[in-house]
């Protein structure tokens, strides 16, 4: 559970309807998470001892919902995609499943909790699993624009990228209605949800991979090979010489400290691989996760505070 500032949906509203209740929030329970909101969180936060940033994560959502489960008692996968998927999105769960972006970065359409597109091939699996396994929804949410979806599916990568571009403003990359609306609806059934958690078991077996290859243990690391996973790829051989000659420099001193530092330099190394325009937006991001806390695109993050997400062993 991860709320904020922008948030919408059902938990959004179940928060205004409890604030309400508490006397801390008197506006309309519109389901819209807006600075009115965000301002009664931060009363009811600095009235339970708790940090008053106006997000409402696991801790926060516990004190208002004390029977309520918390992002803690999920398992780890689901607390990074949560983590990766309100970075990717700049939405809590569950609306960062809608997620959809145009072709800002030449991929095409980039859909999904941690944004899987066309241009890399990552989408269409996604959305022939919906197609194969839930037709009958699949229909009702796109109509008679079905068939050139589905025809899509079967063209070659050059066609799927002009089909992407062709259902969106070619200046500003925004989907245009009514494929916007049926994507967005899409995202937010639990069929899809659920096809999104199955293709993002994938990435956190790579992820878990990934730790073993640099020998660190924690839930941080996870999250943050995760997030490397989802956002860069992978890590190069070239990247990998450097991370192991500042993992060679690190002091030996107490297992968390040497933990930290050498997330921190996967975190600074695999930025400087990015590419040029991207590289400090990465940083800052990688940092987040590897230091626990941080700001990203003007949100700030505290993964243990936030998504339960600590320097306890992963295993």
Not at 23 to 29: E, H, I, N, Q, V
Not at 110 to 117: I, M, R, T
Not at 200 to 222: I, K, N, P, Q
Request: aromatic share 6%.
């Amino acid at each position: 559970m991860l709320l904020q500032r922008g948030a919408t949906g059902g938990d959004v509203g179940r928060l205004e309807t409890r604030l309400h209740q508490l006397g801390l929030y008197t506006g309309p329970a519109d389901n819209i998470f807006g600075g009115s909101v965000e301002s009664a969180v931060k009363a009811f936060q600095k009235a339970n001892g708790l940090g008053a940033d106006g997000i409402v994560g696991p801790q926060t959502w516990a004190a208002l919902f004390p029977n309520a489960t918390s992002l803690d008692d999920l398992p780890l996968l689901q607390r990074c995609l949560a983590l990766t998927g309100a970075f990717e999105t700049s939405t809590g769960i569950p609306d960062c499943f809608a997620g959809l972006t145009g072709d800002f970065d030449g991929q095409g359409i980039s859909f999904g909790v941690v944004q899987w597109n066309i241009g890399q091939g990552t989408l269409q699996p996604l959305l022939s699993a919906m197609v194969t396994q839930n037709g009958t929804l699949m229909a009702n949410l796109f109509n008679d624009r079905l068939t050139s979806l589905q025809s899509m599916l079967a063209e070659p990568l050059s066609a799927q990228l002009a089909w992407a571009r062709s259902i969106q403003d070619a200046t500003s990359h925004s989907i245009f209605e009514p494929w916007q609306g049926s994507f967005k609806a899409m995202g937010r059934t639990p069929e899809c949800q659920a096809i999104q958690a199955a293709h993002a078991a994938d990435l956190h077996r790579a992820a878990a991979a990934l730790c073993s290859r640099f020998g660190v243990t924690s839930e941080r690391a996870m999250a943050l090979m995760f997030d490397i996973r989802v956002q860069n790829g992978s890590i190069s051989s070239a990247t990998e010489a450097k991370i192991r000659a500042d993992f060679a420099a690190i002091p030996p001193d107490a297992p968390a400290d040497v933990e930290v530092a050498r997330l921190c330099s996967i975190a600074n190394r695999r930025a400087e691989a990015a590419n040029a325009q991207f590289v400090e937006d990465v940083r800052v991001r990688k940092l987040t996760i590897a230091n626990g806390s941080g700001v990203v695109h003007g949100v700030p993050y505290n993964l243990e505070r936030q998504f339960g997400i600590g320097l306890k062993n992963a295993a």
